[in-house]
């Protein structure tokens, strides 16, 4: 098993690769790594929905609980026009770690759609969530499964989809999806937790690399929900300059520094990034290879590649998106000595909070932002640092230690549920 085969970008493929060349290092037996590298259920689902010209249109989504050792799978849900099962088995295996990581009782799942949001209308996307729901709702629940917002999907749509749960099972099921509106049983401080909690492991980091905040600038790639607070939190937390910024339609940059504010009002009125007061535009590959201090990766997978690995300058890379690096970029940037704060320990705020919300749910009695901030730090912080010292103990890069951390937790439950 040592002699994995080459990744080719698939996503599933890099995550089968990550297990195993931590198996590796723990040393762990055929039985462990068998049940580690596959996913323990997938449902792909087909449904139809009547759109708006008349028509009805089938659409495809699927479903993966990778493995609920640990607790009932939790993981957000897509709507993507090049959705893939494997790009949901890999999501939802880092869904996995992460969750380990973190020391929440959940085990890890994650969904999607392929569908292209842009081309829908309003009632169109909520009846396709509804569809959806409807098609996977025997495979879902508070103590089975619970999905959340990821890319193009927000808490409108949550909120469609509890709405939809609760009917289907004639009860009040707020708790079968997290990221739902303050108003149907959200948590306080869920909006920006991925982007929060980003910048609470980017403190830690910025101490170990020696880098002063305040003085320090940043570039982001995509600027959705967690690229959007990442830099309006960079900002207002540490001072720092953020020098470029892309999205889908392209990027802009500004040396003097990007007003945060503005650029948001302007996406919110253009829909893009492209043409801020005060900005001059950039492509996606000039802003990677930009000259500053932390690169912030908050769009999709495999941005960084072998092909421009060498030419980033950061010196911290703070992964949102989940699988935004391969392992040949993540062996270049290691030599180069570019500190990763790898994906599913930098972007965990969100399903940390998340986690917060089902508790809240279960109770029925809610925190205040303040204290979601607090315990959110805490655990993110303490996360970093079992990373951090793993990676010294083991002599690793930071990626590999996450995955020892977490796999080491999961392997243990295995064990104590009889299951190697
Ligand atoms: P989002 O849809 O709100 O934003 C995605 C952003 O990426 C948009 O600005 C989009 O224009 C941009 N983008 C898409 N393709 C691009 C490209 N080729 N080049 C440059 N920019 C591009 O999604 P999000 O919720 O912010 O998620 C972003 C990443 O963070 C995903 O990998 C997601 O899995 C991960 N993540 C999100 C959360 C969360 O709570 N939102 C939690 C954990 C991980």
């Given at each position: 098993?040592?002699?994995?085969?080459?990744?080719?970008?698939?996503?599933?493929?890099?995550?089968?690769?990550?297990?195993?060349?931590?198996?590796?290092?723990?040393?762990?037996?055929?039985?462990?790594?068998e049940?580690?590298?596959?996913?323990?259920?997938?449902?792909?689902?087909?449904?139809?929905?009547?759109?708006?010209?008349?028509?009805?249109?089938?659409?495809?989504?699927?479903?993966?609980h990778?493995?609920?050792a640990?607790?009932?799978?939790?993981?957000?849900?897509?709507?993507?026009?090049?959705?893939?099962i494997?790009?949901?088995?890999?999501?939802?295996?880092w869904?996995?770690?992460?969750c380990?990581?973190?020391?929440?009782p959940?085990?890890?799942?994650?969904?999607?759609?392929?569908?292209?949001?842009?081309?829908?209308?309003?009632?169109?996307?909520?009846r396709i969530?509804?569809?959806?729901?409807?098609?996977i709702?025997?495979?879902?629940?508070?103590?089975?499964?619970?999905?959340?917002?990821?890319?193009?999907?927000?808490p409108?749509?949550?909120?469609?989809?509890?709405?939809?749960?609760?009917?289907?099972?004639?009860?009040?099921?707020?708790?079968?999806?997290?990221?739902?509106?303050?108003?149907?049983?959200g948590?306080?401080?869920?909006?920006?937790?991925?982007a929060r909690?980003?910048?609470?492991?980017?403190?830690e980091?910025a101490?170990?690399?020696g880098?002063?905040?305040?003085?320090?600038?940043?570039?982001?790639?995509?600027f959705?929900?967690?690229?959007?607070?990442?830099?309006s939190?960079?900002?207002?937390?540490?001072?720092?300059k953020?020098?470029?910024?892309c999205?889908?339609?392209?990027?802009?940059c500004?040396?003097?520094?990007?007003?945060?504010?503005?650029?948001?009002?302007?996406?919110?009125?253009?829909?893009?990034v492209?043409?801020?007061?005060?900005?001059?535009?950039?492509t996606?590959?000039e802003?990677?290879?930009?000259?500053?201090?932390?690169?912030?990766?908050?769009?999709?997978?495999?941005?960084?590649?072998?092909?421009?690995?060498d030419?980033?300058?950061?010196k911290?890379?703070?992964?949102?998106?989940n699988?935004?690096?391969?392992?040949?970029?993540?062996?270049?940037?290691?030599?180069?000595?570019?500190?990763v704060?790898?994906?599913?320990?930098?972007?965990?705020?969100?399903?940390?909070?998340?986690?917060?919300?089902?508790?809240q749910n279960a109770?029925?009695y809610?925190w205040?932002e303040?204290?979601?901030?607090?315990?959110?730090?805490?655990?993110?912080?303490?996360?970093?640092?079992e990373?951090?010292?793993?990676?010294?103990?083991?002599?690793?890069?930071?990626?590999k230690?996450a995955y020892v951390?977490?796999?080491?937790?999961v392997?243990?439950?295995?064990?104590?549920?009889?299951?190697?």
């Amino acid at each position: 098993m040592s002699g994995y085969p080459a990744t080719d970008h698939n996503p599933f493929r890099i995550a089968q690769k990550q297990i195993n060349d931590c198996a590796n290092i723990l040393g762990l037996e055929l039985s462990a790594r068998e049940i580690l590298l596959h996913p323990r259920r997938e449902f792909h689902v087909t449904f139809p929905v009547h759109m708006d010209d008349g028509t009805v249109r089938l659409f495809k989504g699927y479903r993966v609980h990778y493995n609920d050792a640990k607790g009932p799978t939790k993981g957000g849900i897509r709507f993507h026009p090049e959705e893939t099962i494997d790009t949901v088995r890999a999501l939802a295996a880092w869904m996995t770690w992460k969750c380990s990581l973190l020391d929440l009782p959940l085990g890890g799942g994650k969904g999607g759609v392929i569908c292209n949001p842009k081309e829908l209308s309003l009632r169109e996307l909520e009846r396709i969530s509804r569809a959806y729901i409807r098609a996977i709702s025997p495979f879902i629940g508070p103590e089975k499964d619970v999905p959340a917002p990821d890319v193009y999907t927000n808490p409108q749509v949550m909120a469609w989809m509890a709405d939809e749960y609760s009917s289907i099972v004639g009860t009040h099921q707020f708790g079968v999806i997290t990221g739902k509106p303050l108003q149907l049983g959200g948590s306080p401080g869920r909006g920006d937790a991925t982007a929060r909690g980003g910048m609470y492991t980017l403190r830690e980091a910025a101490r170990e690399v020696g880098i002063d905040l305040k003085q320090a600038t940043m570039v982001i790639q995509g600027f959705g929900n967690a690229g959007g607070y990442a830099a309006s939190l960079a900002e207002s937390m540490f001072g720092t300059k953020i020098l470029a910024v892309c999205d889908s339609s392209g990027g802009v940059c500004c040396q003097k520094g990007i007003c945060v504010f503005d650029l948001q009002q302007h996406k919110r009125q253009t829909s893009s990034v492209l043409y801020c007061h005060g900005t001059e535009c950039l492509t996606n590959d000039e802003l990677l290879a930009m000259d500053t201090d932390i690169l912030v990766l908050a769009a999709l997978e495999n941005t960084v590649t072998e092909k421009n690995a060498d030419k980033i300058k950061a010196k911290i890379i703070v992964e949102l998106a989940n699988g935004p690096t391969t392992p040949e970029a993540d062996e270049i940037l290691y030599d180069k000595g570019v500190h990763v704060i790898p994906d599913f320990l930098c972007n965990a705020g969100g399903v940390t909070v998340s986690y917060f919300e089902m508790v809240q749910n279960a109770y029925m009695y809610y925190w205040d932002e303040e204290e979601i901030h607090r315990k959110l730090d805490a655990k993110m912080t303490r996360a970093y640092r079992e990373v951090l010292e793993t990676s010294k103990k083991y002599n690793i890069n930071m990626r590999k230690a996450a995955y020892v951390v977490a796999i080491e937790r999961v392997v243990e439950a295995m064990k104590l549920r009889g299951w190697i």
